[in-house]
């Protein structure tokens, strides 16, 4: 997690609280899900609308982590990262 930002999100959660912060993250998945989809889309067939879908692509990722970093807050972030580090380690030995 970005410690910078861990006063904010908790503020938010604080604000707004957890429901409504998963609602956004399910949201905020979705909105980068559709454009990541576009780019699929569009990189094969028109390198200018690429070009056009990339910041949104930049503004999504950057809203779902912001989201993310909030579950963690909101759930066992430790945990978390004993499992993505688990994950990383089993990839790593598939490659």
Not at 14 to 21: F, K, L, M, P, S
Not at 51 to 73: G, M, S, T
Not at 78 to 92: D, F, P, Q, S, Y
Request: glycine share 2%.
């Amino acid at each position: 997690m970005n410690k910078d930002f861990e006063k904010a999100y908790q503020k938010f959660l604080q604000v707004w609280g957890e429901d409504a912060q998963i609602m956004m993250a399910i949201e905020e998945m979705s909105e980068l899900t559709k454009e990541l989809c576009k780019y699929l889309r569009y990189k094969n067939f028109n390198e200018k609308s690429v070009e056009e879908v990339v910041p949104n692509i930049n503004e999504e990722i950057a809203d779902v982590l912001n989201c993310i970093e909030q579950l963690e807050i909101m759930f066992d972030s430790e945990k978390i990262n004993e499992i993505r580090k688990a994950k990383i380690e089993r990839t790593l030995k598939r490659v």
